[in-house]
């Protein structure tokens, strides 16, 4: 049986992949918190209908061929991690990594969104407990 974080998880990845508005809004209605935010590098977005609106333009893309999840799906607890990508008509993807934690009714309370790839640790990378040592 699917605990309550790989269930709201579950539907909010059902709402981003859903092409039709309707069902996408029900979706996120299921599964996102009224008072949840997503959390961006530029932006912060508050409640299911947000998120709908955002998905909405971003699937009215006529270049956007699919989002599709990558990795596993780490839920457990209240948290929950995974990769997805956003696949386009020339051959060019989005990458993007997805954190998130429910609140005590199983829904999103929060997701905190990152864009493209993570780059490999350097000896010059900030918060390198190497640095220095050559």
Known sequence: ??????VA?????????ERDP????ELL???FAADGRMVTGSRELCG?????EMLSRFYENPQLLRIRVVSAIDAR???F???????????TSAEAFDAGEIDGAGQISLILTFAGALGDA????PGDDRRGER
Do not use: K, L, N
Request: hydrophobic letters at 40%.
């Open 48 to 52: 299911p209908a947000a998120i709908a």
């Open 29 to 31: 209605q299921a599964c």
């Open 9 to 17: 998880v579950d539907t909010y990845v059902r709402a981003c992949t």
């Open 1 to 6: 049986m699917p605990t309550p974080v790989e």
């Open 77 to 79: 607890g209240t948290t």
């Open 122 to 125: 350097t000896a010059e990378s």
């Open 81 to 91: 991690r995974y990769r997805a990508v956003a696949e386009f008509r020339d051959g």
């Open 22 to 25: 309707a069902r996408r809004a």
